[in-house]
């Protein structure tokens, strides 16, 4: 690989389900596209990405396989009929709170004794478990009898186990616990299937196979896929670390807040971390799959996150406006969209006549844009547009002839 200057792309197909009607993630595949995903946040100089193919290959995605493999800048994406989709992890908002979850009566805890089962012991009897049964690895130090005694109050009774109940019972397994065995995942997983209906197992793991372990990121894979061909409801929670020496840039996350913020999020299926945006950034720009959120919670250096807003936002909010002013109001909004992609903390450096190619605007930073502007007004707009239209006055100009037509207020 000495002197390669060409980026690395792994391609896969049906590996992840991404839209409404996609099929079951295939196992293989689905841990290939995982442990490249992870390959390439992790070595950002390799240069690598993945991209998954949908099951019926015709003219039109194999236009936007050429487009994305000669764009030079490779990414975590998908091609569907509807179009090329980046994964992103983006930021909750603040006031918005996950779907509820409702543990079984009965909770089984495996894996880790720390304070990752501490954390987790609290989510559930928050979630409604009353029987929360410890099965750790030999040798384990026992449940705290302090937190016993506290769980006890809030109506849950914890006791130590040394296999699985024969009866039905929320399976929950802790980082570390998952098999490599797709064998035995099945079995684990087809316990759940044939349980008490309405129960739902959930896999609580670490960061590890989110940020650049391609080992940890195949098991999770395989964990989801397997889930989903059984039928299961798998609940899946990425959290920081609870323990030990946290990778620069993390910090440790208390067993009480975590089950807190895992009460309030666990529907999501979150990722909860504490990071020192300042400290992870320091050491080089954020990988693909972060770049959004670094953006946001970094603010280009202001610490304040980026405004979550609905879909339509800028179509409703340019409805409103007289039409002399429509335009103006659009095309601030682009320039402000433009500097977030960039990641600018405001839009004073992108100027209505600034090429944006010119700024640093690559294939994926035009989807990107593409992406926002589209939510943003409801449309669907080609990432093309970008290289078609470089400057804001010239995208303002397009955008207006498809948003002035009468047609296109009807709905508003």
Same mark, same amino acid.
């Given at each position: 690989?000495?002197?390669?200057?060409?980026?690395?792309?792994?391609?896969?197909?049906?590996?992840?389900?991404?839209?409404?009607?996609?099929?079951?993630?295939?196992?293989?595949? @689905?841990?290939?596209?995982?442990?490249? $995903?992870?390959?390439? &946040?992790?070595?950002?100089?390799?240069?690598?990405?993945?991209?998954?193919?949908?099951? =019926? !290959?015709?003219?039109?995605?194999?236009?936007?396989?050429?487009?994305?493999?000669?764009?030079?800048?490779?990414?975590?994406?998908?091609?569907? &009929?509807?179009?090329?989709?980046?994964?992103?992890?983006?930021?909750?908002?603040?006031?918005?709170?996950?779907?509820?979850?409702?543990?079984? &009566?009965?909770?089984?805890? #495996?894996?880790?004794?720390?304070?990752?089962?501490?954390?987790?012991?609290?989510?559930?009897?928050?979630?409604?478990?009353?029987?929360?049964?410890?099965?750790?690895?030999?040798?384990?130090?026992?449940?705290?009898?302090?937190?016993? =005694?506290?769980?006890?109050?809030?109506?849950?009774?914890? %006791?130590?186990?040394?296999?699985?109940?024969?009866?039905? $019972?929320?399976?929950?397994?802790? /980082?570390?616990?998952?098999?490599?065995?797709?064998?035995?995942?099945?079995?684990?997983?087809?316990?759940?299937?044939?349980?008490? %209906?309405?129960?739902? $197992?959930?896999?609580?793991?670490?960061?590890?196979?989110?940020?650049?372990?391609?080992?940890?990121?195949?098991?999770?894979?395989?964990?989801?896929?397997?889930?989903?061909?059984?039928?299961?409801?798998?609940?899946?929670? &990425?959290?920081?670390?609870?323990?030990?020496?946290?990778?620069?840039?993390?910090?440790?996350?208390?067993?009480?807040?975590?089950?807190?913020?895992?009460?309030?999020?666990?529907?999501?299926?979150?990722?909860?971390?504490?990071? /020192?945006?300042?400290?992870?950034?320091?050491?080089?720009?954020?990988?693909?799959?972060?770049?959004?959120?670094?953006?946001?919670?970094?603010?280009?250096?202001?610490?304040?996150?980026?405004?979550?807003?609905?879909?339509?936002?800028?179509?409703?909010?340019?409805?409103?406006?007289?039409?002399?002013?429509?335009?103006?109001?659009?095309?601030?909004?682009?320039?402000?969209?433009?500097?977030?992609?960039?990641?600018?903390?405001?839009?004073?450096?992108?100027?209505?006549?600034?090429?944006?190619?010119?700024?640093? !605007?690559?294939? !994926?930073?035009?989807? #990107?844009? =593409?992406?926002?502007?589209?939510?943003?007004? #409801?449309?669907?707009?080609?990432?093309? =547009? %970008? !290289?078609?239209?470089?400057?804001?006055? @010239?995208?303002?100009?397009?955008?207006?002839?498809?948003?002035?037509?009468?047609?296109?207020?009807?709905?508003?």
């Amino acid at each position: 690989m000495a002197g390669r200057d060409a980026p690395l792309w792994i391609i896969t197909r049906d590996a992840v389900a991404c839209e409404p009607g996609d099929p079951c993630p295939a196992l293989v595949p @689905a841990q290939v596209w995982a442990a490249g $995903a992870a390959l390439a &946040t992790r070595y950002a100089d390799l240069r690598a990405g993945v991209v998954d193919l949908p099951a =019926a !290959f015709d003219e039109r995605t194999a236009a936007r396989l050429v487009g994305v493999l000669t764009a030079g800048e490779p990414d975590q994406l998908a091609i569907r &009929t509807t179009g090329t989709l980046a994964r992103r992890l983006v930021r909750a908002a603040p006031d918005q709170a996950g779907d509820s979850w409702a543990a079984g &009566t009965v909770a089984l805890i #495996e894996g880790d004794a720390g304070p990752l089962r501490e954390a987790t012991l609290r989510w559930l009897a928050a979630a409604g478990a009353h029987r929360l049964l410890a099965c750790s690895p030999p040798g384990a130090p026992p449940v705290a009898p302090a937190l016993v =005694a506290e769980l006890a109050r809030a109506g849950a009774a914890v %006791t130590a186990v040394e296999r699985r109940p024969d009866e039905p $019972a929320t399976i929950v397994r802790l /980082d570390g616990t998952r098999p490599d065995d797709p064998d035995a995942l099945d079995a684990a997983l087809a316990e759940v299937a044939g349980g008490v %209906t309405g129960v739902t $197992a959930a896999a609580v793991r670490g960061l590890d196979g989110l940020l650049g372990s391609p080992g940890a990121a195949a098991r999770d894979a395989a964990v989801e896929a397997t889930a989903v061909r059984l039928g299961v409801p798998l609940l899946c929670l &990425t959290v920081g670390p609870c323990e030990g020496e946290p990778a620069p840039g993390l910090r440790l996350l208390p067993p009480a807040p975590l089950a807190a913020l895992l009460a309030r999020t666990a529907g999501d299926s979150p990722v909860v971390a504490d990071v /020192d945006w300042d400290r992870y950034l320091a050491a080089g720009p954020p990988p693909a799959l972060l770049r959004e959120l670094a953006g946001s919670a970094h603010g280009a250096g202001t610490g304040h996150p980026e405004e979550i807003r609905p879909t339509g936002w800028l179509r409703r909010e340019l409805a409103s406006l007289d039409e002399a002013v429509r335009p103006e109001a659009l095309r601030e909004a682009v320039r402000a969209e433009a500097a977030a992609v960039l990641g600018h903390a405001t839009a004073a450096g992108v100027e209505a006549d600034s090429n944006l190619l010119d700024l640093g !605007f690559s294939s !994926f930073t035009a989807l #990107e844009l =593409a992406t926002r502007l589209s939510t943003a007004l #409801e449309l669907t707009l080609a990432p093309a =547009a %970008t !290289f078609d239209h470089p400057t804001p006055d @010239a995208l303002v100009a397009y955008l207006g002839s498809i948003l002035w037509a009468p047609s296109a207020w009807e709905h508003t």
